[in-house]
């Protein structure tokens, strides 16, 4: 379905930085160099991951500690935040960061409507199952392991894309997606940046456009408290 993936594919590298597979630890992950745009979202996160590890959460690791994980670390059903960001619920986030930050609140805010952007407004993924919703409208399929890919940004930092690739399901539903959740092993996601479309090479150069997901039983005001909380 065309709309669901025009969105992702839109601004591209402006500046480089390489991206380098790792396959020894994933069995599928391609070990060719990309170019990417510098990626500054990481840099914008103040909360540390689940693990108490806040260079892991910005970037900072070894290869070592990088391992394969499974679907089922992004089981659920999750909502977009866009729609959040447009109606006024996040102003307080973009508020806080201003406080904390070097852009004003309507720099944050317009930083983050280009970052968040998608008209898929819920997914659920269910086993080996993916589901997105745009409106009333879905596509489905089944998706397997593609391993995951490392991009090494400008500033030195790097980030993990865990990548799964459709085997079976409607002709409608991305063949591949792509998670960034700050994670580099197993571990429950509690929210993640997704990137999906037919092109695996273009969606790893896809670096300013994330959209973001969090669980569909929080509330406006609970998705709010919890990006000022970290």
Known sequence: ??????AFLSALAATSLAATALPALADHAKDKAHDHEAHDHSHDHDHKND???DDIYKGYFDDAQIKP???ADWEGDWQS????LQSGDLDAVMAHKAAKGDKTAEEYKAYYTT???TDVDRIVFSGDTATFYTGETSVQGRYESDGFEVLTY?????GVRYIFEKVSGDA?????????????????????????GDDRAALLKEVTNWPTYYPA???PADISAEMQAH
């Open 69 to 71: 994980r499974p679907l």
């Open 51 to 53: 693990h108490g590890d």
């Open 172 to 196: 409608e539903a991305p063949m591949f997606f792509q998670f960034s959740d700050h994670k580099i092993a197993p571990a429950k996601a509690d929210h993640y940046h997704l990137y999906w």
């Open 115 to 117: 970052g968040y952007a």
């Open 217 to 219: 039983a929080l509330s």
């Open 1 to 6: 379905m065309t709309r669901i993936h025009t």
């Open 81 to 84: 935040v866009y729609p959040l």
């Open 154 to 158: 400008e500033k030195g930092n790097r």
